[in-house]
């Protein structure tokens, strides 16, 4: 099926769409985006990505180009025009297309940035929980990973190294302490304990772990914000990651370690339920 599509204040057909070979998105990864769950045709926390989004935008001195009301109305219209029940809406803006390739910045009065947005259809995602197996690597990125830009081919090629091990995904490790997934955040739990790096530019600062723990925290479950290690987490009770798309996922194995007995835990088990629960009341 042809999905409809926003491209700078137009709908169109996927097919029809298109942005400049300029734009400094494709030729400087100058660009940030939110990826933003839908569950019963609802968006899950919007206003949270949307005032990231903003962040992000401003670190890099990128001028908003579309109210935070217009964004809702384009996601709400795209969700609705490719009739998505459960699924995501992926939302990128650019510095926007120079008329060359150029290392400085445009003028921002003459180069204006680029919107582009496109949902994609996952039946069943809600119910998908998928026991994971992750790997360690090095954490090569750069020192901004707050800023939740494009910049994504480390974080793809860290998903390689882990399918080439037999694995699902890769634990990113600096200075001996896992940081996060390639696209998630990292949690242990231990004695009941929800262990989980403390906020810096070190990692993103995810919408869902921000959701996550402030449940845990009303549902009176212990929250430590620590760095921990690989080993630290391959003694660990549970572990499990966070992220928009996946909600709260089980980690069950850790460079070839088997965690407990392999299966699920009861804290990643009911930090997912309360999410999803609380997530879905708000939804909009
Ligand atoms: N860390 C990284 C590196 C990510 O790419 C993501 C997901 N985009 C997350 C954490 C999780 O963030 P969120 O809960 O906002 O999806």
Do not use: C
């Amino acid at each position: 099926m042809t999905r409809t599509v926003y491209v700078n204040g137009e709908y169109l057909p996927e097919t029809e769409a298109s942005v400049s070979i300029f734009d400094r998105g494709f030729l400087f990864a100058d660009a940030v985006y939110e990826v933003t769950s839908v569950l019963g045709g609802k968006l899950i926390d919007f206003d949270g990505h949307a005032v990231r989004l903003e962040r992000s935008l401003n670190e890099l001195g990128i001028e908003s180009p579309i109210s935070k009301e217009d964004l809702l109305e384009v996601h709400r219209n795209l969700v609705k025009e490719n009739g998505i029940d459960e699924g995501l809406v992926y939302l990128q803006i650019s510095r926007g297309a120079d008329s060359d390739r150029d290392f400085v910045f445009p003028d921002t009065d003459k180069v204006k940035p680029t919107v582009v947005l496109f949902t994609q259809n996952k039946p069943g995602l809600a119910e998908t929980v998928k026991p994971i197996k992750v790997i360690s690597v090095e954490d090569i990125r750069w020192g901004r990973r707050d800023i939740k830009t494009v910049q994504l081919l480390y974080p793809s090629m860290g998903k390689m190294m882990a399918k080439a091990a037999g694995a699902d995904d890769a634990w990113l490790v600096e200075d001996g302490f896992v940081t996060e997934g390639t696209s998630n955040n990292a949690y242990i739990v231990k004695g009941g304990k929800i262990i989980t790096r403390a906020l810096s530019n070190d990692i993103l600062h995810g919408i869902t772990r921000a959701a996550v723990l402030r449940f845990a925290r009303e549902a009176q479950m212990e929250v430590e914000e620590r760095n921990f290690t690989i080993e630290e987490a391959q003694e660990a009770d549970e572990a499990f990651f966070t992220s928009a798309s996946a909600f709260v996922m089980p980690v069950v194995e850790i460079d070839g370690v088997q965690l407990g007995d392999g299966q699920p835990g009861p804290v990643m088990t009911r930090l997912r339920e309360i999410y999803l629960e609380e997530s879905l009341k708000k939804a909009e």
